[in-house]
């Protein structure tokens, strides 16, 4: 399968560089958004890609993809050049809570 | 299941068939409270490797950003875009399952994620060798991307089927038994009013024998 990539210009340089041919450049959490409808669409496309920036910018749909059934693909957000974000909602932190009823991450 | 009261014959044979649907019902819940229980202690067991495996990825992602920088300022970030633009062979990763208490988590691994510098695509002659570092950082970031990825999933997976199982062990527990329970209760109050009808039947009938 394939990785693929949603991410500013440098991300997305830096991950071209390693043989990730299917990295977007998104701008906006929209843009992103949109980015990530087509790849999830498209065949073949294993691991998801998306700076947290970007991943703030489309929450909402990120939290509604945490609930799905399917395998693939999976998500992963990774900081980009400016380094990791405080984070306002950690997606894991929100399963575990649900999940084990007690806050288990600080 | 959902057989209101009044539908139900009171009678000993059901008596029977109820009690031996109690005795299961109770069984497969201690069996799920158990299963709740030890997915739970899996879910903290692989959320111990998540903040290491952020803080790596943190790591050596900061570093890869760093050399990519510094390979933009000795060519010049058009040049480094056109340069990872080539990518080469695209990387392929195989995502298996393995089985963590019946939950298919994923085990991702990357076919030759480490390229040689001609591997890579991109011309040698008219890029730096900070590019060739920075790449190999980038090698090094996705490895850990990667790992960071696996966990993530799996403490995912975990809490979803954990929160299932929790959801079945309360139905159990606070719907299905009771109603056994009423159901069991109904029956034995009806026998035992047609065992009292019988009896003081037989003691009029006695009385007017003599």
């Known amino acids: ?106 | 299941m959902a057989v209101a009261i009044s539908e139900i014959h009171p009678t000993r044979g059901e008596l029977l068939k109820t009690l031996r649907q109690i005795t299961l019902t109770k069984r497969g819940y201690e069996l799920l409270k158990e299963k709740r229980d030890a997915l739970v202690m899996e879910f903290f067991n692989v959320l111990t490797q998540l903040e290491d495996a952020r803080k790596r990825t943190y790591e050596v992602l900061g570093e890869a950003y760093r050399s990519l920088s510094l390979a933009m300022v000795a060519m010049g970030s058009l040049e480094v875009r056109k340069a990872a633009a080539a990518t080469g062979i695209e990387l392929e990763i195989d995502i298996a399952t393995r089985s963590i208490m019946g939950v298919a988590v994923p085990v991702i691994e990357a076919q030759k994620l480490e390229r040689k510098v001609t591997e890579r695509g991109y011309s040698l002659v008219q890029t730096s060798a900070e590019l060739d570092l920075a790449a190999k950082k980038f090698e090094k970031a996705l490895a850990a991307m990667l790992k960071l990825a696996e966990i993530e999933e799996t403490l995912r997976l975990l809490a979803r089927e954990t929160e299932r199982t929790k959801r079945r062990v309360n139905s159990l527990e606070h719907v299905v038994i009771p109603r056994l329970e009423t159901i069991k209760k109904f029956i034995e109050r009806h026998l035992e009013e047609l065992e009292r009808e019988n009896f003081f039947r037989l003691k009029r009938i006695k009385a007017m024998i003599a």
């Open chain 1, 1 to 106: 399968m394939r990785i693929a990539a949603i991410g500013d210009q440098t991300t997305v340089a830096g991950l071209r560089l390693v043989g990730i041919r299917e990295a977007h450049v998104a701008s906006t959490g929209e843009d992103a958004e949109r980015k990530f409808e087509e790849l999830l669409g498209a065949e073949g496309v294993g691991l998801i890609v998306i700076t947290e920036t970007l991943a703030e910018g489309m929450r909402q749909r990120l939290l509604r993809f945490a609930e799905r059934k399917a395998a693939v693909p999976i998500v992963v957000e990774i900081p980009d050049k400016l380094g990791p974000l405080p984070k306002k909602v950690d997606i894991i932190k929100k399963l575990a809570r649900r999940a084990v009823g007690v806050e288990v991450l600080k």
